[in-house]
């Protein structure tokens, strides 16, 4: 073949590659748009505070009884709620801005809280609507009449056994917060951004957690940090002086940040040695093999 007909050939396939590249995205973002244009003003700690969340308890408890919680935001047709077995007794609640998925998973026994946030078909804006109860749940009256409470992201279970060793250990040891470190990532905060551009909500936030990045190195902060946490599993003391602090700080943070919020939790425990470290919850993987978490 004349040389030049197979290069016009080889030039010809790669742009048709890139047009099916191109037309699958196009028809992914159709199906899910998602976009990193969105309003944060409804977002932020005082106007959630002040309209988003309800004042009044639903359901009185005993203060030292813990109590599991967990939350989605967004469509139905996205919900990750994953049934889980084994769960130990304590009361469970689950946050959603959703009545329909507060439907759902209050039939397998878990009390619903309602956020009073329109539900956005913008992945990223709904998985930044999630932080709110993750990072700041002792705005919850219903969640802050308990002293210790033992977040789960909605997609994992963690075995009773397991749940009353930590909790343990959080009495014990007089900590604010306790987290279960990456199996896969240790050593450099920096592996928690790349692991996080593995995911598209992460990268087009990418400008954020880089300019955050350069602000905390800026003032003080290393990338070299033994302690990378995962944020799906988190046991909280909320009577502790700190607690509600850190809460906050955290939540600032991923307003800056955006919604990797492992990124800046890892930063935040850097700064605060009470904040404690659990063993991880899964056996060690690479973390190609591993995908993110939301």
Partial sequence: ??????????????????????????????????????????????????????????????????????????????????????????????????????????????????????????????????????????????????RYLIYVDDKQGVKPDRIETDLARLKSERSPMAAALWSHISGNILLEYTTGMLNERYRLQSHHMARYTMQKLAKGAQLDHARCFATGYILRDTEHPLHDSL???WYDDIMECGVLCQLSFNFLAQEHAEIIDLPPLKAKKSFLEHGPQS
């Fill in 1 to 146: 073949m004349n040389e030049k007909l197979l290069l016009k050939a080889i030039r010809e396939y790669h742009k048709f590659r890139r047009n099916i590249r191109s037309w699958n995205r196009a028809l992914a973002h159709m199906a899910s748009p998602i976009s990193d244009d969105y309003s944060r003003a409804p977002l932020s700690l005082d106007s959630v505070a002040k309209s988003a969340i309800g004042q009044g308890i639903h359901d009185h408890q005993d203060k030292n009884v813990p109590a599991y919680y967990s939350t989605f935001c967004g469509p139905t047709s996205r919900l990750t709620f994953r049934p889980q077995k084994q769960m130990g007794a304590y009361p469970k609640y689950f946050v959603s801005n959703n009545p329909k998925v507060l439907q759902i998973v209050n039939a397998y026994g878990w009390r619903p809280i309602f956020l009073d946030l329109p539900i956005s078909s913008n992945p990223i804006e709904s998985a930044h609507q999630a932080k709110i109860a993750k990072a700041v749940p002792h705005l919850f009256p219903d969640l802050r009449q308990h």
């Fill in 247 to 249: 809460s906050r700080k």
